[in-house]
């Protein structure tokens, strides 16, 4: 579960191919009894949508299954997705007639639908470089490309998303939640020199205020969420894990 390697508060969106490796490791984690998770302080104290958000979010499509067009494209754009005329990287769909080309960030290779009217009448992966087919599916699943996911339906919820709304994404959602909240049972937290993740979370929330003070005056009318409302703090981490099992590994002495 990678973190975004974007600096804090900057007006940069999140690389699509990381959203990618994290929107799956979410829908994994979420719908598996057991799972393994790799990931690092940075990325674990960050807070994330809400589970049920993201449930919400998740667009499926399934062959003889019937959408309307407008409905799909509408799905689409607020979950952060660009409309272009080809599709080339994940997060972009382009429609050409009956046909819908959407780049999941679900998958390593674009998704094709193909429809009759109202109905999909086939779902296949192809190489976007050959336009040839990798893989014929009955059904798929459309993650978000964005961490910022307008579920409303309001005009708006439609517009392009601004490269720094994951920041703002406190004041989108009622609540944020954390990477514990996502697993359906109370994990095994294995913590690699525990002194060392504590140093390196202090020296993460050093940068993360720097970088809230440089920027929190860039658009006064709509400051930026604070710090603790987006990333949680070690102690927060600790105390969140009090009544989980936790093993802390330390390198053998020499």
């Known amino acids: 579960f990678p973190r975004w390697e974007t600096l804090p508060y900057e007006a940069t969106a999140p690389h699509v191919g990381l959203i990618a490796r994290r929107m799956n490791a979410l829908h994994r984690i979420h719908g598996a009894s057991a799972a ?4 690092s302080v940075a990325a674990l104290i960050q807070r994330l949508m809400p589970v049920e958000t993201f449930l919400h979010s998740l667009l499926r499509l399934d062959v ?46 674009p998704l094709r639908a193909e429809f009759l009217g109202e109905t999909i009448e086939s779902l296949r992966l192809f190489d976007p470089s050959t336009q040839k087919s990798t893989r014929k599916l009955e059904r798929a699943v459309i993650l978000p490309a964005r961490e910022y996911v307008r579920l409303d339906e309001a005009a708006e919820a439609l517009a392009p ?7 703002r994404a406190p004041d989108l959602y009622p609540r944020m939640d954390t990477l514990f909240d996502y697993f359906s049972g109370s994990p095994l937290l294995v913590l690699d020199q525990p002194a060392v993740l504590t140093h390196s979370a202090a020296d993460l929330w050093e940068r993360i205020d720097d970088g809230y003070l440089r ?27 009090t009544d989980r099992s936790r093993l802390a590994l330390e390198p053998l002495a020499a």
Not at 36 to 39: E, G, M
Not at 82 to 105: L, N
Not at 221 to 241: C, G, H, I, K, M
């Open 36 to 39: 393994r998770v790799v990931t």
């Open 161 to 167: 998303i601004a490269p720094d709304a994951e920041w």
């Open 64 to 109: 003889g299954g019937p959408i309307e067009r407008h409905v799909l494209t509408g799905g689409l754009l607020r979950l952060g997705y660009r409309r272009v005329s080809v599709v080339e990287i994940p997060g972009e769909f382009s429609i050409r007639g009956g046909i819908v080309d959407i780049f999941s960030t679900a998958y390593g290779d």
């Open 215 to 241: 920027n929190s005056e860039r658009d006064a009318s709509f400051p930026y969420p604070s710090p603790e409302r987006l990333f949680l703090t070690w102690q927060n981490v600790t105390d969140a894990t």
